[in-house]
């Protein structure tokens, strides 16, 4: 095999195991499994209120994981599904669901606040830069591949 990965890449890619280690510790700190504490930030992080599909999108989960955990959450009373046209369904955040939130997700949200609040307006903007301009990177070579 003749591969080449740059130390670059190297450390990219062990950062980016890193922080998921992180946070999949912080779901088993918090009692949940990674796949319900990501559809619960991602609820979240769009008001409590979400189409199904968009869930997908936003977390990277597979259908059948995003399913799977649904179906779970909607069994624990955490969230609801109600059509919003004939092909698309909506996710809301019970009561219940609600509360968990603030005792689980709105920590991690905390925690993430208040390291980016910790950061110079110049630290956040080269990184977010530097990501951004990543992404753009990667998108351009894909229509290469």
Do not use: P
């Not at 088993?28 to 499994?33: F, P």
Request: charged fraction near 25%; proline fraction near 0%; include cysteine.
């Amino acid at each position: 095999m003749n591969i080449k990965i740059s130390e670059s890449l190297k450390r990219f890619n062990y950062l980016q195991s890193e922080l998921e280690a992180v946070y999949h510790e912080a779901s088993l700190k918090l009692g949940m499994s990674d796949s319900s504490t990501i559809i619960l930030y991602a609820l979240c992080n769009e008001g409590g209120t979400c189409l199904l599909n968009d869930i997908c999108i936003l977390t990277c989960l597979s259908k059948q994981t995003v399913h799977s955990s649904i179906c779970k959450l909607e069994a624990d009373d955490i969230l609801y599904l109600k059509a919003s046209d004939k092909k698309r369904k909506m996710v809301y955040l019970t009561e219940k669901g609600k509360q968990l939130c603030e005792q689980t997700v709105a920590k991690i949200i905390d925690i993430e606040n208040r390291i980016f609040d910790s950061w110079s307006s110049e630290a956040k903007q080269q990184y977010f830069d530097a990501i951004q301009n990543y992404v753009a990177a990667f998108k351009n070579e894909l229509k290469n591949l």
